[in-house]
């Protein structure tokens, strides 16, 4: 038998949830061939067949949480899947079928016990944290696995429960993660509106993204500062060499990439917008990972271009789209989310005139790109319609000054409306 193993999930991601099999017990499998799908808080990645044979067990059902190395299932290799009926059979000797498993022996009363669902990694670290004993407490998960929701839920109930009174000591205050993350009850609806509902389990990656953004509202003082930009030479400067740029660098030639240039250079002169606060320290960035936002079927992604401040125009659009291509096949892995220092968001592409986007912790700045709008501006005293384009820029007002903010993007503003000064370092 060969064993399915969850594998290496990346730096700090600890477990994942099987969002579905592939193939059923009994089905015949290739080497290699995807098996099964793993939802982690950061990607959705694929376990392929460590060999060919036929899977003759799953272990672990669509749904539940597993840990790095856990066991899915198991492949009888060699083994041919059972033939259809009216199939004919083909030349030589007839395949042998799986051997059926052994009789389970008579369990103890300490196997039986050994048998429940060791808890959630997450679980474990909280409940330690609160000095909880995860024994007690009662898990919602498959096979009565005790889940980080249970401990939260458990430690919020204790809190309310009334405490006899100690000679001498003041009741302790439920901890902050129970009072934020405990769900509050849903109120009460009419039966003929409940039927009319559809209830869909959130993806492992829509609950990080949402615990995330809370988390950066509850933690930065945020704050947005805004602009706007006369897309005008960018548009002309794009009509006059796209097709040339294409033809020799095999990409398109975006705005996407003119915005990741004017940032690593306006982050050079601003650094505190390309820093993050660490306990009591601030951390400058000397180097420029430019995250760029891209929405996909299962939630926001935000896919990383490396050393951008280091990069050509042409290599930088080459690699956004190809993160892009990535990210829509969900094919991107865990190095291409990790390490940002600031981030571009552009909801312009879905009609957005205007956002305050939410800071992706722990950077310190976020630049969101809006809809370009022919808009009526005043040009040396008279009145034009120009392309104009807002930019919001929200900012961890800890680490920024709101002069340091607007700055930026006044300098970020300048360097799109003058091209050339990217091109010539101004």
């Known amino acids: 038998m060969a064993e399915i193993r969850v594998p290496t999930l990346g730096e700090s991601v600890t477990e994942a949830t099987i969002g579905r099999w592939f193939k059923k017990a009994g089905d015949a499998v290739r080497a290699d061939e995807a098996l099964a799908e793993l939802e982690t808080d950061k990607v959705t990645l694929e376990v392929n067949a460590p060999a060919a044979g036929v899977l003759a067990e799953i272990v672990a059902k669509e749904g539940e949480t597993v840990a790095p190395g856990a066991l899915l299932g198991q492949i009888a290799e060699g083994a041919a899947a059972p033939a259809k009926s009216g199939e004919t059979a083909g030349k030589g000797p007839a395949p042998k079928p799986a051997p059926a498993p052994a009789a389970p022996a008579p369990k103890s009363a300490s196997a039986t016990a050994a048998t429940t669902m060791p808890p959630a990694p997450s679980a474990a670290k909280i409940a330690v944290e609160q000095g909880i004993d995860i024994a007690q407490v009662p898990g919602s998960g498959k096979r009565g696995q005790a889940l980080k929701s249970d401990v939260v839920q458990f430690a919020a109930r204790q809190a309310a429960a009334p405490q006899p009174a100690q000679e001498g000591r003041v009741p302790e205050l439920p901890a902050q993660e129970a009072r934020i993350e405990a769900p509050a009850p849903r109120v009460p609806i009419p039966q003929e509106d409940t039927r009319r509902e559809e209830r869909v389990k959130m993806t492992r990656l829509r609950q990080t993204i949402a615990r995330r953004l809370k988390e950066a509202q509850n933690t930065a003082a945020m704050l947005t500062t805004f602009n706007e930009v006369d897309m005008s030479a960018l548009i002309e400067l794009r009509k006059r060499y796209k097709e040339a740029f294409e033809k020799r660098h095999g990409?398109?030639?975006?705005?996407?990439?003119?915005?990741?240039?004017?940032?690593?250079?306006?982050?050079?002169?601003?650094?505190?917008?390309?820093?993050?606060?660490?306990?009591?320290?601030?951390?400058?960035k000397r180097f420029c990972h430019i995250?760029?936002?891209?929405?996909?079927?299962?939630?926001?992604?935000?896919?990383?271009?490396?050393?951008?401040?280091?990069?050509?125009?042409?290599?930088?659009?080459?690699?956004?789209?190809?993160?892009?291509?990535?990210?829509?096949?969900?094919?991107?892995?865990?190095?291409?989310?990790?390490?940002?220092?600031?981030?571009?968001?552009?909801?312009?592409?879905?009609?957005?005139?205007?956002?305050?986007?939410?800071?992706?912790?722990?950077?310190?700045?976020?630049?969101?790109?809006?809809?370009?709008?022919?808009?009526?501006?005043?040009?040396?005293?008279?009145?034009?319609?120009?392309?104009?384009?807002?930019?919001?820029?929200?900012?961890?007002?800890?680490?920024?000054?709101?002069?340091?903010?607007?700055?930026?993007?006044?300098?970020?503003?300048?360097?799109?409306?003058?091209?050339?000064?990217?091109?010539?370092?101004?």
């Open 291 to 426: 995250g760029v936002a891209v929405g996909t079927e299962k939630g926001l992604v935000v896919p990383v271009v490396r050393d951008a401040d280091r990069l050509s125009l042409a290599e930088i659009e080459k690699d956004i789209a190809e993160l892009g291509r990535k990210a829509r096949e969900s094919a991107l892995d865990i190095a291409d989310l990790q390490g940002g220092t600031f981030t571009i968001s552009n909801g312009g592409v879905y009609g957005s005139l205007m956002s305050t986007p939410i800071l992706n912790a722990p950077q310190s700045g976020i630049l969101g790109m809006h809809k370009i709008q022919e808009r009526a501006v005043v040009v040396d005293g008279k009145i034009e319609a120009r392309p104009m384009m807002y930019l919001a820029l929200s900012y961890d007002h800890r680490v920024v000054d709101g002069k340091e903010a607007v700055t930026f993007l006044v300098r970020v503003k300048e360097l799109l409306e003058d091209p050339a000064r990217l091109a010539l370092g101004l």
């Open 251 to 284: 990409v398109k030639l975006g705005f996407m990439g003119f915005f990741v240039k004017a940032c690593c250079q306006a982050l050079e002169e601003i650094p505190a917008v390309n820093a993050e606060i660490d306990g009591t320290d601030i951390i400058y």
